[in-house]
């Protein structure tokens, strides 16, 4: 029989378990097992995961090439077009020159002669003058006229990248998350819009309003965010499953907080890729409308108009088309190039194999 008198040894509750193993109903917190709330936000709020980043996209050799020519590309639609030339204004005497270029017209290359016929000479233009692109049909410079265009066809694409984001990502992401009727809703009105081609809209629109970068701009509107829905949609759809979805919930984390804060910073790959893409689609419905005459307008110069003006003498001067439809195509390379990169170097998947 036990003697009350004699108080019995007091045993720590933890006494012969496993370091970091907890009896039940206690949890052991220690520096080796404290728990993190998000291993993907700590990775992701430091600067390494940033500078990884940059490593992996650095190391991808077409995606440098890409944002290289997209870099010079922009650097010369932003400058040029503030430096006056002699061909800045209309002159029909100096019409339809062919390319000059310094340096190269001494090799033979580039000097401003067809059919063996010097044109500036024959044209009287002054002693030094270059036309690096040649002139157009009304003697205006077209190495500025490419560049003036190339700008607006940049201002397209930057337009095109914010619909998608605020808008296209946005609404994939809500109607994704919230699912049920909501998602419902809001599906049927993407699958309405979805059944008339973009082009076909953003024509009818500028049709009923009137040619010019506004009326493509709300035409793109009306419809370049379809994609980019979809997409987010199905990351969204993924997503809301996963453990640390589930614990912000059981956190008490607001629903804005979880697709705002911890499922967008997980799909950024998808998004940044699929925006990347649809920036060609968006220049390439600009340069087509402006080349059927329902975009830009006169005096103010597109890729596309420039093509379709160079068009109709393509077959006497072909410089006129060719030009602008190389800098088109090198611009639209270029972002795709730089898409695909930036995909690969925030794929977490990659992530986890390459390291």
Do not use: C
Not at 32 to 56: E, M, Y
Not at 262 to 268: C, G, K, T
């Amino acid at each position: 029989m036990t003697d009350p008198n004699v108080q019995p040894d007091r045993v720590a509750p933890t006494t012969a378990l496993d370091p970091g193993i907890a009896p039940e109903g206690l949890r052991l917190v220690s520096d080796a097992n404290r728990p993190v709330t998000s291993v993907i936000a700590a990775g992701r709020s430091g600067k390494g995961g940033l500078h990884d980043i940059v490593r992996r996209f650095r190391r991808n050799g077409p995606a440098m090439v890409g944002l290289v020519v997209l870099a010079v590309i922009v650097l010369l639609a932003i400058v040029v077009p503030f430096f006056p030339t002699a061909g800045d204004t209309a002159n029909v005497a100096y019409r339809f020159l062919p390319p000059k270029v310094p340096g190269l017209d001494a090799l033979g290359i580039l000097n401003g002669t067809r059919d063996g016929v010097d044109q500036y000479a024959k044209a009287n233009v002054p002693a030094g003058t270059y036309f690096l692109f040649g002139t157009d049909d009304l003697g205006r410079d077209l190495f500025e006229r490419v560049w003036s265009g190339t700008r607006v066809s940049l201002l397209v694409a930057v337009i095109a990248f914010a619909i998608d984001v605020v808008i296209g990502m946005t609404y994939g992401l809500v109607s994704g998350y919230f699912g049920g009727r909501i998602d419902g809703g809001m599906q049927r009105v993407v699958e309405v819009l979805s059944g008339i081609p973009q082009l076909v809209i953003v024509t009818l629109f500028v049709v009923a309003v009137g040619p010019g970068i506004g009326a493509i701009v709300f035409g793109l509107l009306l419809s370049n965010w379809l994609a980019m829905s979809r997409v987010a949609r199905a990351q969204a759809l993924r997503q809301k499953g996963e453990e640390y979805v589930l614990a912000s919930r059981t956190l008490g984390a607001r629903n804005g907080h979880i697709v705002f804060v911890e499922i967008l910073p997980n799909i950024l790959g998808p998004i940044v890729t699929m925006s990347m893409f649809s920036i060609p689609a968006a220049i390439f419905t600009e340069s087509y409308l402006s080349f059927v005459g329902l975009g830009v307008q006169a005096p103010m110069a597109s890729l596309g108009s420039l093509v379709s003006i160079g068009y109709k003498s393509f077959l006497s001067y072909p410089s006129l088309v060719i030009i602008p439809v190389v800098v088109l195509g090198l611009l639209m390379v270029a972002f795709t190039l730089v898409a695909d990169g930036l995909k690969e170097a925030t794929d977490p998947r990659l992530i986890s194999r390459r390291g």
